[in-house]
């Protein structure tokens, strides 16, 4: 049976929403078609009327779950940077690999994906970082954006090894240690 064009750009966001968390979950390996699709609640059959292959779909799903983590950041920094982080480099964050932060969790299937993904997480961090050096305080861009790189590369990498290492007393010394040494003033 035919959709309308309507229903099939409704189904083209519904799987590109479940991508981005699955993916998210299980990485870009961890999970088939199959699964996307019917997570979904759609067929296999219809995944190439919406994209050229899985890697398609890990690229667009990359844009959308790093575009989705850029909007709320920018909601949560413009409240409190310094609340925010705390929530960043918190256990529930930490547990929450689906709804989580997308540069955590397919920082290394990107690293592996090809040009497309690479390029998708590459535009994502670029716009993470943008949203962050307006919160940074040097007195030049360039000094902002130093700062807001510094940032983000230790709260990804603490968040990354605090889900790695599968001791709950690391996990927290990890991420209290980037918390104690960020390129920001936390008082």
């Given at each position: 049976?035919?959709?309308?064009?309507?229903?099939?750009?409704?189904?083209?966001?519904?799987?590109?929403?479940?991508?981005?968390?699955?993916?998210?979950?299980?990485?870009?390996?961890?999970?088939?078609?199959?699964?996307?699709?019917?997570?979904?609640?759609?067929?296999?059959?219809?995944?190439?009327?919406?994209?050229?292959?899985?890697?398609?779909?890990?690229?667009?799903?990359?844009?959308?779950?790093?575009?989705?983590?850029?909007?709320?950041?920018?909601?949560?920094?413009?409240?409190?940077?310094?609340?925010?982080?705390?929530?960043?480099?918190?256990d529930a964050?930490?547990?929450?690999?689906?709804?989580?932060c997308g540069?955590?969790?397919?920082?290394?299937?990107?690293?592996?994906?090809?040009?497309?993904?690479?390029?998708?997480?590459?535009?994502?961090?670029?716009?993470?970082?943008?949203?962050?050096?307006?919160?940074?305080?040097?007195?030049?861009?360039?000094?902002?954006?130093?700062?807001?790189?510094?940032?983000?590369?230790?709260?990804?990498?603490?968040?990354?090894?605090?889900?790695?290492?599968?001791?709950?007393?690391?996990?927290?010394?990890?991420?209290?240690?980037?918390?104690?040494y960020l390129?920001?003033?936390?008082?």
């Amino acid at each position: 049976m035919k959709v309308s064009r309507a229903q099939a750009e409704e189904n083209r966001e519904r799987i590109l929403d479940n991508a981005a968390q699955l993916f998210r979950e299980r990485g870009f390996d961890g999970i088939g078609l199959n699964d996307l699709m019917q997570a979904a609640g759609l067929t296999r059959g219809g995944f190439y009327g919406h994209f050229e292959s899985k890697d398609d779909l890990a690229a667009q799903a990359t844009q959308r779950a790093l575009q989705s983590n850029r909007e709320q950041w920018k909601q949560q920094t413009d409240r409190s940077l310094s609340a925010w982080i705390k929530a960043y480099l918190s256990d529930a964050h930490r547990d929450r690999l689906g709804a989580g932060c997308g540069l955590a969790a397919l920082a290394g299937d990107a690293a592996r994906g090809g040009p497309a993904v690479q390029q998708a997480f590459g535009e994502g961090v670029e716009c993470l970082a943008t949203t962050l050096q307006t919160q940074m305080s040097a007195a030049d861009a360039v000094g902002r954006r130093e700062q807001a790189l510094a940032l983000l590369s230790t709260l990804v990498g603490a968040l990354l090894l605090s889900r790695a290492v599968g001791d709950a007393g690391l996990s927290r010394e990890l991420r209290e240690a980037a918390r104690k040494y960020l390129p920001v003033d936390m008082s």
